[in-house]
């Protein structure tokens, strides 16, 4: 069975510092994975995602992640946050050919202060 | 296009009792997964509809069912009740197989 790690369950930031949360996952087929938000009284929503291809994809409101494959990594980044970027952020691992079963981790609550 | 939607957003219901929650995926969606998420255990898979069948099922005990309709509406039941079934319950709809989720607003049950 698949596992997801998010290594910071809270971050702190002041707007215009750069983000990073580290995902780390277990599995031993290959896998699609996504970074899913979750703004105060709003529902999930994708911010990005990886199938295969180019290991750094982009996302909305300016989000990005790596995959890296040796290290079962996909760590997401911003350059610059924005008060506006507060949430919870849940990265998510779905093994491909197994139809469309979501493992994700245990969140990361990220607070943006003015 | 619509999005996904679920209903009820809110209930209430006494332990021992049973509740259906029912799920409209976005239209063309035949894939409907459901979520369950709580503040100790996180999100975590219930089950996949695809096609009226059952494809995927999370390690939820069997008081947990779900069925979908030929129109690709889900329902999801939880018998019997009990006070740590408490959760926010998503809906998420998927146009095919290993494919990015849609997800809906949820239900918010509280067991008392």
């Known amino acids: 069975a698949q596992s997801v790690s998010q290594h910071n369950h809270h971050v702190i930031l002041s707007e215009a510092a750069s983000l990073e949360l580290g995902c780390n996952y277990s599995y031993g087929g290959t896998v699609n994975l996504f970074w899913y938000v979750q703004y105060p009284g709003q529902h999930l929503q994708l911010l990005l995602k990886?199938?295969?291809?180019?290991?750094l994809v982009k996302g909305i409101k300016g989000f990005e992640a790596e995959f890296i494959k040796s290290k079962f990594s996909f760590n997401l980044r911003k350059p610059s946050v924005q008060w506006s970027d507060t949430a919870e952020y849940f990265c998510a691992v779905m093994p491909t050919g197994g139809g469309n079963k979501l493992t994700f981790g245990t969140g990361t609550q990220l607070k943006v202060e003015l | 296009k619509a999005g996904v939607t679920q209903t009820p957003r809110y209930l209430i219901k006494t332990r021992g009792q049973q509740v259906t929650l029912s799920c409209s995926p976005i239209s063309g969606h035949r894939s409907v997964s459901w979520y369950q998420q709580t503040p100790g255990q996180g999100l975590q898979f219930l089950f996949e509809y695809f096609s009226e069948t059952q494809r995927n099922k999370g390690n939820f005990p069997g008081r947990f069912s779900g069925r979908q309709f030929s129109n690709s509406r889900s329902e999801m039941n939880v018998s019997t009740l009990e006070l740590g079934d408490s959760a926010l319950y998503l809906c998420a709809s998927s146009p095919g197989t290993s494919d990015e989720q849609y997800f809906g607003p949820g239900t918010r049950l509280t067991v008392t």
């Open positions: 990886y199938f295969s291809g180019d290991p």
